[in-house]
């Protein structure tokens, strides 16, 4: 436990307090700018969307922090578990403090300027105990989402990189194509499975069943993530 404590500490000390820092700056800016925008602009209407700046944080920060973490981590002597353990702890208490900073700010907001949040826009209400589970699920999805996209580069060789990278647009593109043939069946199919997932199933759409849905998607992601970093090597 004590390894999994000091690799937390790591990561914290060197770089993830520091981004903190900066997101709540960056959301502090944010929240100047839409306040500005409310008293400058005389039509009605919303002055831009709060938590996609710590979405969008989320996802990048742990897209590059895997390979000088393993690197340190591996030469201390902790286990590629006991590494991975660390790391899941880490994405979870980050998910944690950027969805209690969103939330704070987007309360906040709610007096000084008109701010959406990506949950209001879907489920259409401003529960602060739904915003904080979802902002929470949602982030940490994308932090195990970053981290599994940065562990399949790490691990392939070119031809699988290039692979990797064009798969998305050729898959999307045979489903475009397979869902024209089918009479638009097969997009229905996927629009009523993500109803169903984020919790639109219901007379009223649930903000707890997107919750779930993301906390699944995450822990699933995390098996892939471990058997792929049983076999990460080192790199410079």
Not at 10 to 34: G, K, R, T
Not at 126 to 149: H, K
Not at 216 to 235: H, P, T, Y
Request: proline residues 2%; hydrophobic residues 60%; contains cysteine.
């Amino acid at each position: 436990m004590g390894s999994i404590t000091r690799t937390i500490r790591f990561h914290f000390v060197n770089i993830l307090n520091l981004q903190i820092i900066i997101c709540i700056a960056v959301l502090f800016l944010h929240l100047l700018i839409s306040v500005a925008v409310i008293h400058l602009v005389t039509k009605e209407g919303r002055a831009g969307v709060n938590d996609i700046i710590v979405m969008c944080w989320m996802f990048i920060m742990f897209l590059v922090i895997f390979n000088p973490s393993l690197r340190y981590i591996l030469s201390q002597g902790i286990s590629r578990k006991r590494f991975f353990l660390a790391m899941s702890l880490n994405i979870a208490l980050l998910a944690a403090i950027l969805a209690l900073l969103s939330t704070i700010f987007y309360i906040i907001s709610l007096k000084v300027a008109n701010v959406w949040m990506i949950y209001e826009l879907i489920y259409r209400n401003q529960s602060i105990p739904g915003i904080l589970v979802w902002e929470f699920a949602a982030l940490l999805f994308l932090g195990v989402l970053g981290w599994f996209i940065r562990l399949v580069y790490y691990v392939s060789d070119l031809r699988t990189k290039l692979l990797v990278s064009i798969l998305p647009f050729v898959l999307a593109s045979l489903l475009i194509l397979f869902n024209a043939l089918a009479d638009g069946a097969i997009g229905h199919a996927v629009w009523q499975f993500l109803k169903t997932v984020i919790g639109f199933s219901y007379t009223d759409p649930n903000p707890y069943i997107g919750m779930i849905s993301m906390l699944v998607a995450a822990v699933i992601l995390s098996g892939a993530i471990f058997l792929l970093l049983r076999r990460a090597q080192v790199k410079d």
